[in-house]
């Protein structure tokens, strides 16, 4: 009868114990989806701004007198400076057939000659598209012979630059709010699956094994926790990206596979770090307690 009784008490014990495990990998998990959905979300910002600011479009326009050849020697300098991501001469003959399809009729054959100008339509790179650099820019590229004027949307690259240092500003402060309630989450959770052994702790204390020996096996099983959690996380966040790949394939503008990777990677560290870390501060706390204080919490 005592035999049963103490087995009992064994199975007991276990599944309460597995029981624990399951619920400590799963809040993890969540919480390690929430931080990867904001990694995510950030890289999506930086792509997408960079996308945004390599579309903006800086024309050239040209003077009425400049030939081809003129204006194809003018296409070949600017396409080699540094600043200048792609570059679309639009000749003056392209310009009206444009016209003429727009507005349903020659303009010429009202005009007596071609009233459009050549124009460059030239994007620049990312980094050079705000505000200080495009007027530095717009600067340089008046000076070039045959250069009549310049235009670009100055309201447009104002907003979105206004518009994406928001962004940036929420997304870090989301970062660094939920990094502290993930923290707090898993701390707890944590720390109430070694509440459990804390007797155990004190004991292994009392026979005199080190302090860094009882704490290994709490250790090890910290960072299988983390990696399951974090596996678990990135399994459940992956199936979600391919739904959204499915549903909108351009996505793969502003969030390429290798931003995935990269937000794996951050998951899978977070996961084993910050579990790792809990376990110890956890471990450390009943390792420092006295025997009395054990019955008190």
Partial sequence: MPYFRNGKKRNKARSHHSLQVVTLCISTAMVLMLI????LTGF???NLSSYVKENLTITMILQPDMNTEESTALCQRVRTLHYISS?????KEQALKEGTRELGANPAEFAGENPFTGEIEVQLK??????????NI???L????GVSDITYPQSLVESVNHTLGKISLVLLVIA??????SFALINNTIRLSIYARRFSIHTMKLVGASWSFIRAPFLRRAVLEGLVSALLAIAVLGIGMCFLYDYEPDITKVLSWEALVITAVVMLAFGVIIATFCSWLSVNKFLRMKAGDLYKI
């Fill in 36 to 39: 990867g959905m904001v990694v």
């Fill in 44 to 46: 999506i910002s930086r």
């Fill in 87 to 91: 570059l679309n001469f639009v000749s």
């Fill in 126 to 135: 990312a980094n050079y598209a705000n505000n200080d650099s495009i007027r």
């Fill in 138 to 140: 717009v600067k340089e």
């Fill in 142 to 145: 008046r000076t070039y012979r």
């Fill in 176 to 181: 660094v709010l939920l990094t502290i309630v």
